[in-house]
């Protein structure tokens, strides 16, 4: 190979944004005829992607082309968002929604996912918090395994005898790392966090996804304390490839390589040396390798290695998914026309968008909670700016999803009640002051039967470059909302009035949590949206989501989080000079792991060993009861505090869950294995260790349980893990 051949190699170019959607930008033909590009992102159509490769075919080399696309909560049959997913807390459904984009993604041609997105976030002021599994390790730990299994199929990629089958994607957790942490939630911003916390909270998923097989990585656009993620030796060669034996691919986040340079780190040359010998294997959109990287070698400020060894990855990524010997073998029409949005797959996203709905409240509309709405309703009102919004129902990251396949939530519910008079108003928009709409709304929500106020965000106030400064109810809505609940009240006080949140991040939302007779967290669903909801809302399914992320009670309180260190003045109301607020509760509305059912359920029997080993596992088990009249999902969770450690310790943190569907009566003894990697943490030597002493213990549905047990471990400390390279 010449050197920019290996260069071309490690090129990637995105499709332009064409009138239908990617399209092949002009130089791309002549560049993949020179063989100065190696791969493409978000150009996917069958057309596309085997003309391309014919293209390559014809260079000297006849290197296959790889095509990537973020392909992060499904492709045509969208899914729930993956915050919306982690509320199912049910890993089986990650891992089938991933399954599903597979099969479907992979027909158009695309051969590598970015994504699973597994960035820990405490700041729902960052729009990104909507992409990733929440603000907890453990949970975002099983999330990410589950996803990279799901788009990768068994057995690993890169390590198979032979080329998988051709309904498979190449993984890719990100963004490595810390993204999440960016100060004042605002995006791409600096990150200044500790290696404890980047241990103990940040790696962890990625640890995870890789161990599950992840075939490539993606560096993040932040730094951490002063290094870029995609100029950092000691994360994609000291964590990822000496302690982690990652022997995958990975690819730059977008112009991350581009990007050191207004990060200070120097000019084109210094910062593609830089990144190159930091071990970013693919620089995506922009140039810097192929431009500058043969002049770096030959003035010997770049080893030729660290060149081949990035290509050597390519060219075996490529040969994994047996494209050397079939550049063609995924791109296929055929399959294509068979697989995309199924009634199985169109199922599968209808059933776990009900599983990531989350019931905030349900208090009494007269005699009767407020839900399940009756199915005798004559008439119903539906307002709100999200109520038909099909765009923000599919999310961000919507795939190949399109707009006229989703099932709004004012769609779902005219299915589900064929002979109620359905009235929409959407009464004001999602984003400005205008109450023009108010009048509509008032005078629908005093005539009908019941309401239904469908509020939140469009889809495009999260994701990528959309932080906003205040979590609050965008624009006039929350006006609205006190509006339609006066007018329906005042016609009938026990009027069912019911709020829907549609959302990509928490929404600081007191006055509907402490005024609204029912209110339920949707997130964004998908395709599938609108009958998910009706099923929730008409008592079809049980409301057993629960939340990933802390709800606050204003944008002030941000970060808040659960598993937060206890300080050596903890909250306390009857001494005035604790860890508050003078103009707040210190508390969150919603703490992480909280939702409520239909049904009700009790917790009881917490057996555990008072005694065991440091180095030994511990069984624990509950009982959960179902004590109401009908079946309903709850998620046992599993809570450990070590009561007192060498270094401050969390006051709680999940260490397990089971998502149980529990009938009428039923009572069900839930078990967990604690084993030492559970209850390890990074010591002030920062090596991972579980130490003796006393550990406390809680079970129940949600990060408030009480039911309380004790142990104590005895024998020395045991080092799980040695202490990693230290952060440079
Ligand atoms: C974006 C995102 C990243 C995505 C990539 C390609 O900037 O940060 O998550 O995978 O570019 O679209």
Same mark, same amino acid.
């Given at each position: 190979m010449t050197p920019e051949e290996k260069l071309g190699q490690l090129t990637m170019f995105p499709g332009a944004s064409g009138q239908t959607g990617p399209a092949v930008p002009p130089a791309a033909d002549s560049a993949v005829r020179a063989g100065a590009i190696g791969s493409f992102l978000s150009i996917y159509s069958v057309r596309d992607t085997r003309r391309l490769q014919e293209i390559a075919m014809q260079s000297r080399l006849k290197i296959p082309l790889l095509f990537a696309f973020d392909v992060i909560h499904g492709w045509r049959t969208v899914f729930p968002v993956p915050l919306g997913m982690a509320a199912t807390f049910d890993s089986a459904a990650a891992a089938r929604a991933a399954r599903i984009a597979a099969v479907e993604a992979s027909a158009a041609g695309v051969h590598w996912t970015f994504a699973p997105m597994v960035d820990i976030a405490r700041d729902p002021r960052w729009g990104r918090i909507v992409e990733g599994a929440g603000e907890d390790p453990f949970l975002g730990s099983v999330m990410a395994a589950a996803q990279v299994r799901g788009f990768q199929g068994e057995p690993a990629m890169l390590g198979g005898a032979a080329p998988p089958s051709t309904d498979v994607l190449l993984a890719t957790p990100k963004h490595f790392a810390g993204y999440g942490f960016a100060e004042a939630g605002r995006d791409y911003n600096t990150v200044e966090l500790t290696e404890r916390t980047l241990w103990d909270v940040v790696l962890p998923p990625f640890e995870a996804a890789i161990r599950a097989g992840a075939a490539t990585i993606m560096a993040s656009f932040n730094e951490i304390g002063g290094t870029p993620a995609h100029g950092s030796r000691w994360l994609l060669?000291? @964590?990822?490839?000496?302690?982690?034996r990652f022997g995958g691919l990975v690819v730059s986040d977008w112009t991350g390589v581009a990007e050191l340079i207004p990060h200070g780190l120097g000019d084109s040359a210094t910062v593609a040396a830089r990144a190159i010998r930091a071990g970013v294997d693919i620089e995506m959109s922009s140039t810097l390798y192929r431009n500058t990287l043969a002049a770096e070698i030959r003035a010997g400020r770049v080893p030729q290695a660290a060149v081949d060894s990035a290509v050597v990855r390519v060219l075996r990524a490529k040969h994994a998914l047996g494209l050397f010997d079939d550049p063609y073998r995924f791109s296929d029409s055929a399959r294509e026309r068979r697989v995309l949005l199924t009634a199985e797959h169109r199922r599968a996203a209808r059933e776990i968008a009900r599983n990531a709905i989350v019931l905030l409240e349900n208090r009494a509309s007269g005699a009767a +909670? %407020?839900?399940?709405?009756?199915? %005798?309703?004559r008439s119903l009102a539906v307002i709100g700016p999200l109520a038909d919004d099909p765009k923000s129902a599919l999310g961000n990251w919507w795939g190949a999803g399109k707009p006229e396949d989703v099932v709004s939530p004012l769609a779902g519910l005219r299915r589900a009640l064929p002979n109620a008079r359905i009235t929409h108003v959407r009464g004001a928009p999602a984003d400005t002051m205008d109450t023009t709409g108010f009048a509509a709304a008032r005078a629908t929500a005093r005539t009908a039967d019941a309401v239904v106020l469908v509020l939140g965000e469009r889809q495009d106030m999260s994701a990528e470059a959309s932080s906003r400064a205040s979590i609050e109810l965008p624009g006039a809505q929350l006006a609205l909302a006190r509006a339609v609940l006066r007018a329906a009240r005042a016609a009938n006080p026990s009027k069912p009035v019911v709020t829907v949140l549609l959302n990509g991040r928490p929404l600081a939302v007191q006055w509907l949590a402490d005024s609204m007779p029912a209110l339920v967290e949707s997130w964004f669903?998908? @395709?599938?949206h609108g009958n998910a909801l009706a099923d929730v809302l008409l008592g079809d399914a049980d409301p057993g989501g629960r939340l990933p992320v802390t709800v606050p009670?204003? %944008?002030?309180?941000? +970060?808040?989080?659960?598993?937060?260190k206890n300080t050596g003045r903890p909250a306390a109301e009857s001494n005035h000079y604790t860890s508050k607020y003078i103009d707040l509760p210190? %508390?969150?509305?919603y703490p992480f792991g909280f939702g409520r059912s239909y049904a009700t359920f009790a917790y009881s029997d917490l057996q555990l060993p008072a005694e065991g080993r440091t180095a030994d596992s511990l069984v624990v088990s509950v009982t959960v009861a179902n004590t109401s009249q009908r079946a309903g999902d709850e998620v046992v969770q599993l809570y450990v505090r070590d009561d007192a450690a060498s270094v401050t310790r969390p006051v709680r943190e999940l260490k397990g869950f089971q998502r149980v569907t529990l009938g009428a009566g039923e009572r069900r003894t839930v078990r967990f294995t604690l084993r030492p990697a559970h209850l390890a943490f990074t010591a002030l030597d920062l090596r991972r260790v579980v130490e003796p002493g006393s550990f406390t213990v809680w079970a129940g549905g949600s990060s408030a349980a009480t039911l309380e047990g004790r142990f104590r471990l005895s024998g020395d400390t045991v080092v799980v893990a040695p202490a990693p390279p230290a952060y440079r």
């Open positions: 060669q000291d @964590v990822l490839r000496d302690r982690w +909670p %407020t839900l399940p709405l009756r199915r %005798t309703l669903l998908g @395709v599938e009670r204003a %944008t002030g309180q941000v +970060p808040i989080y659960y598993n937060h210190w %508390t969150p509305l």
